[in-house]
């Protein structure tokens, strides 16, 4: 079956060092991906989302990188503060307005 | 432009008793999803409905859960008689079905007792 899966369930880092957090997914039918940050107590935030015809996109502090040979997504953060700590979720859609499919989550730890 | 409103934030209900949860799309916004997500979990997918009509079911238990999203009004998803199993937080999102990004609201947290 379909699924999403993340390499690592805890990340922890210093404030101001690079954070990478990765996702696999199965489906190679899908064609739009978003990360979403989630806060205790507090509903997906999203962060940024990319299509499967690019293999890269910024944002602010924040770059998807997409491979899909290998079927994996990644999300860099750069210069990581505080506020950036959180359960990082990647999600993916392979029918335009179609369902969600999210991964379990890596909580992603920022040390002062 | 408010984003996507859940109602209540918490709800507590004993067992056998019938929980209503109610979601507003943001605005302009007229497809509907729900999820639901138990501690240390990720977000699994529940129903998509446009307005009028549910899309996409298949992660709906098959007994006790229905959703619904009028012509007018906010999205309702229904429990009934509810167990202790169902106590979990259940996230609604919203989109305008064009562009893809999907918001979130802030969840209502069930409780069951």
């Known amino acids: 079956g379909e699924s999403v899966g993340l390499h690592l369930p805890t990340l922890s880092v210093q404030e101001g060092d690079n954070s990478i957090i990765n996702c696999a997914y199965s489906?190679?039918?899908?064609?739009?991906f978003i990360w979403y940050k989630q806060e205790s107590g507090k509903g997906p935030q999203f962060i940024i989302d990319i299509r499967s015809n690019m293999d890269k996109r910024q944002g602010q502090r924040v770059t998807v990188l997409l491979n899909k040979t290998v079927k994996h997504l990644s999300l860099q953060i750069a210069a990581t503060q505080p506020g950036d700590s959180a359960v990082y979720f990647c999600a993916e859609r392979y029918n335009q307005g179609g369902k969600l499919i999210f991964g379990q989550g890596t909580e992603l730890s920022v040390k002062p | 432009n408010a984003g996507v409103m859940q109602n209540p934030r918490h709800l507590v209900r004993r067992r056998g008793q019938e929980a209503r949860l109610r979601c507003s799309p943001m605005?302009?916004?007229?497809?509907v999803y729900w999820y639901r997500q138990l501690p240390e979990e990720g977000l699994k997918f529940m129903v998509y409905l446009q307005k009028e009509n549910i899309i996409d079911e298949s992660g709906m238990p098959k007994e006790r859960f229905s959703a619904e999203f009028p012509k007018e009004g906010p999205s309702i998803l229904r429990i009934q008689q509810v167990v202790r199993g169902d106590s979990a937080a259940y996230f609604c999102?919203?989109?305008?079905?064009?562009?893809?990004?999907?918001?979130f609201g802030q969840g209502t947290r069930l409780t069951v007792v």
């Open positions: 489906n190679s039918a899908s064609d739009y």
């Open positions: 999102a919203s989109s305008d079905g064009h562009k893809s990004e999907a918001f």
């Open positions: 605005k302009g916004h007229s497809h």
